[in-house]
């Protein structure tokens, strides 16, 4: 019954993403677009697909049984791309992966390689070893290890020499203008609604992660309701390391409150008071450095991109800035959070692993 309620739950979120992806398109088209209908499959060599006979998108059902929802998002774009190209651009005597396909995927911001991203088994694809960024990111990975040091003072400077090594990365990009490519993926799981410390923590990435960072519909699988997710975009290399540390400063803020609570008298908003006041206390240390006098600066070297700004124009043709309203904290809570995370040191480095845990790289 479990299974049977969450197929149900997968194919209901596949159609409210599959209206909302439709308003990115023209009025004409849109109205071209009729929905499908929406089927999970057992399926040994194929993530999804569009039948154009059966007005039908279908998705593996292993796959999104197992995948997170940023992942079946993606497959369930790649297929629309499918549609728009057979039922509007009349894709006849063209190849399924043709000109006008790769026009369909240009409208709906779609991947068109989808499918060889997570390969025939849903799995991610293996970067090329030999990549120079891939290189720059294991260096990273192994600075961030060092920062597990029990010495204070080499862990501070192992996480400076990490945020150095970025700053620079980003820089010879900008200076050589060299080739860049740019991706989106989710932080989090999309949810109805979010604690107020995750607009603090999506602050931090853009100031100091070289991404951006936006609010996004999508679908909240628990509730089964659109909801909305917070979405990173930037160079896979940018973008992996701030999901790293978006869930890093996730886990650490859980841990930290399971010791500041101990006798459990605190509610979920002085949580929020904590959260907020470790990100506001580590924002601090990156801008102002470590207290010992050996390590002043963390502050990466931050400078705005054109081409991330293309592509994010380019994936958000309409985006609405909305202030967050302010809320009464307990000052102590808050003061005490800014003390511990002045103290925040970001450890090891992540990728996605067998486990299911994420690493920087694969080890």
Same mark, same amino acid.
């Given at each position: 019954?479990?299974?049977?309620?969450?197929?149900?739950?997968?194919?209901?979120?596949?159609?409210?993403?599959?209206?909302?992806?439709?308003?990115?398109?023209?009025?004409?088209?849109?109205?071209?677009?009729?929905?499908?209908? $929406? *089927? %999970?499959?057992?399926? @040994?060599? !194929?993530?999804?697909?569009? =039948?154009?006979? #059966? +007005?039908?998108?279908?998705?593996?059902?292993?796959?999104?049984?197992?995948?997170?929802?940023?992942?079946?998002?993606?497959?369930?774009?790649?297929?629309?791309?499918?549609?728009?190209?057979?039922?509007?651009?009349?894709?006849?005597?063209?190849?399924?992966?043709?000109?006008?396909?790769?026009?369909?995927?240009?409208?709906?911001?779609?991947?068109?390689?989808?499918?060889?991203?997570?390969?025939?088994?849903?799995?991610?694809?293996?970067?090329?070893?030999?990549?120079?960024?891939?290189?720059?990111?294991?260096?990273?990975?192994?600075? $961030? *290890? %060092?920062?597990?040091? @029990?010495? !204070?003072?080499?862990?501070? =400077?192992?996480? #400076? +020499?990490?945020?150095?090594?970025?700053?620079?990365?980003?820089?010879?990009?900008?200076?050589?203008?060299?080739?860049?490519?740019?991706?989106?993926?989710?932080?989090?799981?999309?949810?109805?609604?979010?604690?107020?410390?995750?607009?603090?923590?999506?602050?931090?990435?853009?100031?100091?992660?070289?991404?951006?960072?936006?609010?996004?519909?999508?679908?909240?699988?628990?509730?089964?309701?659109?909801?909305?997710?917070?979405?990173?975009?930037?160079?896979?290399?940018?973008?992996?390391?701030?999901?790293?540390?978006?869930?890093?400063?996730?886990?650490?803020?859980?841990?930290?409150?399971?010791?500041?609570?101990?006798?459990?008298?605190?509610?979920?908003?002085?949580?929020?008071?904590?959260?907020?006041?470790?990100?506001?206390?580590?924002?601090?240390?990156?801008?102002?450095?470590?207290?010992?006098?050996?390590?002043?600066?963390?502050?990466?070297?931050?400078?705005?991109?054109?081409?991330?700004?293309?592509?994010?124009?380019?994936?958000?043709?309409?985006?609405?800035?909305?202030?967050?309203?302010?809320?009464?904290?307990?000052?102590?809570?808050?003061?005490?959070?800014?003390?511990?995370?002045?103290?925040?040191?970001?450890?090891?480095?992540?990728?996605?692993?067998?486990?299911?845990?994420?690493?920087?790289?694969?080890?």
């Amino acid at each position: 019954m479990l299974r049977m309620e969450l197929e149900r739950k997968i194919l209901h979120g596949l159609a409210l993403e599959w209206e909302n992806a439709t308003y990115l398109l023209d009025p004409k088209d849109r109205a071209a677009m009729k929905m499908p209908a $929406f *089927s %999970l499959k057992d399926m @040994s060599r !194929r993530l999804g697909y569009w =039948s154009g006979g #059966k +007005k039908e998108i279908c998705i593996n059902r292993d796959f999104a049984f197992s995948s997170n929802w940023n992942s079946i998002k993606n497959i369930l774009l790649h297929e629309m791309a499918h549609q728009l190209a057979e039922e509007v651009f009349s894709t006849v005597n063209e190849t399924s992966h043709g000109p006008l396909f790769k026009k369909a995927c240009r409208f709906l911001r779609a991947d068109e390689r989808a499918s060889e991203r997570y390969g025939a088994d849903g799995r991610g694809f293996s970067p090329d070893e030999d990549d120079t960024d891939i290189r720059i990111l294991r260096r990273i990975k192994k600075l $961030f *290890s %060092l920062a597990q040091s @029990s010495n !204070r003072n080499e862990a501070e =400077s192992a996480m #400076k +020499k990490a945020h150095e090594l970025v700053s620079k990365y980003n820089m010879d990009i900008l200076l050589n203008d060299a080739d860049r490519n740019f991706t989106s993926i989710f932080a989090g799981s999309p949810a109805l609604r979010h604690p107020r410390e995750e607009y603090h923590l999506a602050t931090l990435l853009r100031e100091f992660y070289f991404v951006r960072t936006i609010w996004i519909p999508a679908y909240a699988i628990e509730k089964d309701k659109l909801g909305r997710v917070l979405e990173l975009s930037g160079t896979e290399e940018n973008v992996a390391i701030a999901s790293y540390v978006y869930d890093f400063i996730k886990r650490y803020i859980d841990n930290r409150w399971l010791e500041y609570n101990k006798k459990g008298l605190l509610n979920r908003r002085r949580k929020t008071d904590f959260a907020s006041g470790i990100i506001s206390g580590f924002g601090a240390k990156l801008k102002t450095g470590a207290s010992t006098k050996e390590h002043k600066d963390y502050t990466p070297v931050k400078t705005g991109d054109p081409k991330l700004e293309e592509y994010i124009k380019y994936r958000y043709p309409r985006t609405v800035s909305v202030s967050a309203r302010s809320s009464r904290c307990h000052a102590g809570v808050l003061r005490d959070g800014i003390t511990i995370g002045k103290d925040l040191i970001i450890t090891k480095g992540i990728s996605k692993s067998a486990t299911g845990k994420k690493l920087l790289i694969g080890q």
